[in-house]
């Protein structure tokens, strides 16, 4: 089946990005291994961290989604940005904005400023966002190359709490949206493809889950099960009992 | 004599006052009303069950009643700290370039009425110091002074950050309190993170411990974090010294104050740390505001559950098997590495006395191993500074 994830022209084969905030290094490989990652999040400020340069623990074929934690405004994000390119992590950048210490909410109006500044110096915009759809669209219009809102607050493992407003994002926006954060299981990844996500990212229910190479593996099926069912366009789900012959039938004349 | 001490109340007239703020009165205010006996094991239930725990809920995990909850605490904790920080575990050293010390703490080894040896690294000792340092992998350090505007000026200090910022990603200071400005000239040299002890809550209380100097100013300290933020500091740090006052009152100020400062800075990281006072073993007289192992496990715990997306950095002043033990549960942050002595980290024989007995002299290596085998990740750098 040709069914690419296609982000700025670039064609990707899995469906599944992996964040790689809470991993260790060691683990990454097993992870990409077992969830069949060809994207990666990494954070600009763990790059470069001990042992080594964590560019070269990226196993080989796999693109490297830098992101900009750390940046509490749109100037803040393209420094990050621009740091991320000379540590050679390539064009594609996920613009993180946050200046809420608590919930580590996305700052919309400031992502898309740095999605509009990023766009100019030629980078590849991947805006997390709150899934609002006037943000969405600025952010599009502005640049982005994709729109990754938010399921749940980051870390929380809290499931699909926006998948109302995510759906209408798949509706209205033309460019692949990709879940991020909050995202717990297996089932709330299939849940968001079904309905017609164009990936999913997660990093916390795999990292902290009993055994990671299995959960990495589940997330794997998921991901493709909800695909997959999107694709086949998903029956009718009725809410009532379908008679099978009609509820009015008895109507003599 | 004690009529002629300072007004502890009183600012010195180069003291910044914020005269826009009253988080430093609402929080005493607060911690005066705090009443920790009036809490239940429904209160303590209710706030185990919170999804966003409120004040309320914080008062009631530091209370007397929540003692017998205590492995449900940790267990909440670990969750929390599960949920927001991952496997991660922090590490950082402690630097101290400097043991002059201008004010009168009664509890500790460097005030300046003790008869110990004074030294200050110069530039080129600083510079070496850290050297040996990064070589050891450490990617991250918090400098420390004693308390001394005149040995240690806010200039000494930028440039020892400046030093600081060539050798290492994170730069931290917890030093004397200083004025918004000040905090941003320290800003530009590179340190993002600041952390001032409020040692005790209770200005009467603190009177009596800090009879002379600076520090004897309780509202300046008091204030320091908020400074810090306006300066233009990432992170700022609180703790209270558990055991000099009542600790249960100490840790809800303490709580409270991050609190209230990171709602009207959401941009501002927020942690906290815990020494405390150990209580003398074999006193006769249990004394019940003691802070043992056990209290110590509540109040982190209590921060951790109050407060989950804050930093937590368990003391040195602990022993291995604790600070193994509360990494992944509540703590956030661990030190390794460390010489609280001057000129320590190359020196065979350091050139001043140590401020405090330390009872985990493990290198970095080796806590790293510890965080590994306990199935966390030893986090070198979370950061990135970014200038201007």
Do not use: W
Request: net charge negative; with cysteine; glycine share 8%.
């Amino acid at each position: 089946m040709d069914d690419k994830l296609i982000i700025a022209g670039h064609e990707f084969n899995s469906r599944f990005i992996l964040g790689s905030g809470k991993f260790d290094l060691d683990l990454i490989n097993a992870a990409v291994e077992h969830a069949g990652a060809e994207i990666i999040t990494l954070a600009l400020r763990r790059v470069n961290s001990f042992n080594g340069n964590i560019l070269e623990h990226i196993p080989k074929g796999v693109t490297l989604l830098p992101n900009t934690s750390g940046a509490r405004n749109a100037e803040e994000a393209v420094r990050i940005a621009r740091l991320a390119r000379e540590a050679g992590c390539g064009e594609f950048i996920k613009i993180e904005v946050i200046h809420d210490s608590k919930y580590l909410l996305p700052d919309n109006y400031e992502t898309a400023k740095a999605c509009e500044m990023l766009a100019k110096e030629g980078f590849i915009p991947m805006p997390y966002m709150y899934p609002d759809l006037y943000a969405a669209r600025d952010m599009v219009n502005a640049g982005a190359a994709a729109v990754m809102p938010l399921a749940a607050p980051i870390g929380s493992n809290q499931g699909l709490s926006t998948k109302q407003f995510i759906r209408i994002l798949i509706e209205e926006i033309d460019l692949p949206i990709i879940v991020d954060a909050g995202i717990g299981r297996p089932s709330q990844a299939c849940e968001a493809m079904e309905m017609g996500a164009s990936a999913i990212m997660a990093n916390t229910a795999i990292a902290t889950a009993g055994n990671i190479v299995d959960m990495a593996k589940a997330f794997r099926h998921a991901i493709i099960a909800g695909r997959t069912a999107y694709l086949a366009g998903t029956g009718r789900v009725l809410d009532k009992a379908d008679a099978s012959s009609p509820l009015t039938g008895f109507i003599m004349e | 004599m004690p009529e002629q001490r300072t007004d502890h109340m009183t600012y010195l007239p180069d003291m910044e006052i914020l005269e826009d703020s009253d988080i430093g009165e609402q929080v005493v205010a607060r911690m005066k009303a705090y009443d920790y006996n009036k809490y239940t094991a429904a209160d303590v239930k209710r706030a185990l069950e919170a999804e966003y725990p409120s004040t309320e809920d914080f008062a009631a995990l530091l209370s007397p009643a929540a003692e017998p909850f205590l492995e449900q605490m940790a267990a909440k904790a670990t969750v929390e700290t599960r949920k927001h920080f991952g496997n991660s575990v922090c590490l950082f050293t402690p630097l101290y370039i400097s043991n002059y010390c201008e004010n009168y703490c009664i509890y500790c080894g460097f005030n300046c009425h003790n008869k110990i040896r004074r030294a200050k690294l110069d530039y080129d000792g600083i510079r070496r110091e850290m050297e040996a340092i990064a070589k050891t992998g450490m990617e991250e350090i918090l400098i420390l002074t004693g308390e001394s505007r005149k040995m240690s000026d806010v200039e000494y200090i930028g440039e020892a950050c400046r030093i600081a910022h060539e050798y290492f990603k994170n730069v931290g200071i917890e030093v004397y309190p200083m004025n918004t400005d000040e905090y941003a000239y320290v800003h530009k040299c590179g340190a993002d993170y600041v952390t001032v002890f409020q040692e005790t809550y209770n200005s009467d209380k603190y009177e009596t411990l800090h009879l002379a100097g600076h520090k004897r100013i309780f509202p300046y300290r008091l204030n320091a974090q908020e400074r810090a933020i306006r300066g233009g500091m990432r992170g700022v740090a609180f703790a209270a010294l558990l055991g000099l006052d009542d600790f249960r009152k100490d840790a809800y100020a303490v709580g409270t104050h991050a609190y209230l400062l990171q709602r009207k800075y959401p941009h501002a990281e927020i942690s906290f740390s815990c020494p405390r006072l150990r209580p003398i073993i074999n006193n006769d007289k249990i004394n019940p505001k003691d802070v043992h192992e056990r209290q110590l496990l509540q109040v982190m715990c209590a921060y951790r559950i109050f407060m989950p997306f804050a930093g937590l950095t368990i003391s040195t002043r602990e022993r291995a098997g604790f600070r193994d033990n509360v990494i992944g549960m509540c703590a956030t942050k661990i030190s390794a590495g460390v010489s609280t002595g001057i000129g320590s980290h190359t020196e065979e024989e350091s050139k001043g006395d140590n401020q405090f007995e330390i009872s985990d002299d493990r290198t970095l290596d080796e806590v790293c191993a510890a965080i590994r085998n306990r199935g966390l990740q030893p986090v070198l750098n979370d950061y990135v500074y970014i200038s201007g």
